[in-house]
């Protein structure tokens, strides 16, 4: 007889297996804490999954061991877990992607040790229109979070400038990202052109500390502003998804003052929280990243948008420069870029 536990939710009976397995060995953190994770962040998780494909990233064996991404849902799934086909240019074929709309789907999911949790930007049934825009900020060594925090300010205020709310996370990992939503008629056409603009116009701006070039060469001890996320065949890790690093660290949804507050003391550990960490925070905190379900923003237009001519850079740059602000900016010194630094001082 088997001694693998079923448990019943909401409705649905799940067996769950190999709950005593350790899925992160630099801490002990097993199979069981990932699904109990999951059950208990599920509140707010599901509302940011429900009807978007997601892509599953599994590590059957440990985040130290082989990994599989899993799009196409499993043929040996639960009758009651909902899926979407969607048509793949690059596969030539259908796909039929995992809808996590409910909580008995994502403990499933946990249980096959679906650890990172990667959505669409879009919903399924309307998977040409974005609700939303992200900015993933990577910092290339020696570079960390505290540089991404100064990308992450200037962003804001550019935002800002065009009455758009912004509002950040962790990666879970090394970097900070930025999401603006939008939930109105748009296309990726619209979102991406403008997003590579806005990653050029403040690589042109901040050349000691801001890269829009994915080139491993030109990210040492800078800030890689990357754009190409804003893609219908791209996916970015979910809102308080589990990260496959050494410890369960988590994407989680932050405070703006948070940020202000790790630029300025320069303290990467500030905004680095681990599973048990994030559910004390939603506790206290509700879900931070609420208003990306509803918050309704337009873009703002510019000429040649959709073509990605250069009107829309430059346009940015006009705005860019209206929205200076005439108090002092809040800075930190390059990471490895001493000639900027010194031209600085000579100005100075």
Same mark, same amino acid.
């Given at each position: 007889?088997?001694?693998?536990?079923?448990?019943?939710?909401?409705?649905?009976?799940?067996?769950?297996?190999?709950?005593?397995?350790? %899925?992160?060995?630099?801490?002990?953190?097993?199979?069981?804490?990932?699904?109990?994770?999951?059950?208990?962040?599920?509140?707010?998780?599901?509302?940011?999954?429900?009807?978007?494909? +997601?892509?599953?990233?599994?590590?059957?064996?440990?985040?130290? &061991?082989?990994?599989?991404?899993?799009?196409?849902?499993?043929?040996?799934? !639960?009758?009651? =877990?909902?899926?979407?086909?969607?048509?793949?240019?690059?596969?030539?074929?259908?796909?039929?992607?995992?809808?996590?709309?409910? %909580?008995?789907?994502?403990?499933?999911?946990?249980?096959l040790?679906?650890?990172?949790?990667?959505?669409?930007?879009?919903?399924?049934?309307?998977?040409?229109?974005?609700?939303?825009?992200?900015?993933d @900020?990577?910092?290339?060594?020696?570079?960390n979070?505290?540089?991404?925090?100064?990308?992450?300010m200037?962003?804001r205020?550019?935002?800002?400038?065009?009455?758009?709310?912004?509002?950040?996370?962790?990666?879970?990992?090394?970097? @900070?990202?930025?999401?603006?939503?939008?939930?109105?008629?748009t296309?990726?056409?619209?979102?991406?052109?403008?997003?590579?603009?806005?990653a050029?116009?403040?690589?042109?701006?901040?050349?000691? +500390?801001?890269?829009?070039?994915?080139?491993?060469?030109?990210?040492?001890?800078k =800030?890689? =502003?990357d754009?190409?996320?804003?893609?219908?065949?791209? *996916?970015?890790?979910? =809102?308080?998804?589990? &990260?496959?690093?050494?410890?369960?660290?988590?994407?989680?949804?932050?405070?703006?003052e948070?940020?202000?507050?790790?630029?300025?003391?320069?303290?990467?550990?500030?905004?680095?929280?681990?599973?048990?960490q994030?559910?004390?925070?939603?506790?206290?905190?509700g879900?931070?990243?609420?208003?990306?379900?509803?918050?309704?923003?337009?873009l703002?237009?510019?000429?040649?948008?959709?073509?990605? #001519?250069?009107?829309?850079e430059?346009?940015?740059?006009?705005?860019?420069?209206?929205?200076?602000?005439?108090?002092?900016?809040?800075?930190?010194? !390059?990471?490895?870029?001493?000639?900027?630094?010194?031209?600085?001082?000579? #100005? *100075?």
């Amino acid at each position: 007889m088997s001694n693998e536990p079923v448990i019943e939710i909401q409705g649905r009976q799940l067996k769950l297996s190999n709950l005593d397995k350790v %899925l992160y060995p630099a801490t002990g953190f097993t199979k069981g804490q990932v699904i109990d994770y999951y059950a208990r962040i599920a509140p707010v998780l599901v509302p940011h999954l429900a009807g978007r494909p +997601l892509t599953l990233k599994r590590y059957p064996n440990g985040v130290d &061991r082989q990994f599989f991404f899993e799009k196409n849902a499993t043929a040996h799934r !639960p009758d009651w =877990v909902q899926t979407a086909p969607i048509w793949s240019e690059h596969n030539r074929r259908t796909i039929n992607y995992i809808l996590a709309n409910d %909580l008995p789907t994502v403990v499933w999911m946990a249980n096959l040790a679906a650890i990172e949790l990667h959505p669409s930007l879009s919903m399924a049934k309307e998977i040409e229109c974005p609700t939303m825009m992200v900015f993933d @900020l990577d910092p290339g060594p020696p570079a960390n979070i505290v540089q991404c925090a100064q990308v992450g300010m200037w962003l804001r205020e550019i935002f800002e400038h065009f009455g758009l709310q912004s509002f950040p996370k962790t990666s879970g990992s090394k970097g @900070l990202q930025i999401y603006v939503p939008l939930n109105v008629p748009t296309s990726y056409e619209s979102t991406k052109p403008f997003a590579h603009a806005l990653a050029r116009l403040l690589e042109d701006q901040h050349r000691d +500390l801001v890269v829009s070039d994915m080139k491993k060469e030109l990210r040492k001890g800078k =800030v890689l =502003v990357d754009w190409s996320q804003n893609d219908q065949h791209k *996916t970015t890790i979910a =809102v308080y998804s589990l &990260r496959a690093r050494e410890y369960p660290t988590v994407s989680a949804p932050v405070k703006w003052e948070e940020v202000e507050h790790l630029l300025k003391k320069k303290d990467p550990t500030l905004l680095a929280f681990e599973a048990k960490q994030v559910i004390k925070r939603v506790e206290k905190l509700g879900d931070l990243f609420g208003p990306l379900l509803k918050l309704k923003q337009k873009l703002p237009k510019f000429p040649g948008l959709e073509s990605g #001519k250069h009107e829309v850079e430059s346009g940015l740059e006009i705005s860019a420069q209206a929205a200076t602000p005439t108090r002092p900016k809040k800075t930190i010194k !390059p990471v490895s870029n001493k000639r900027a630094s010194a031209r600085k001082t000579r #100005k *100075t």
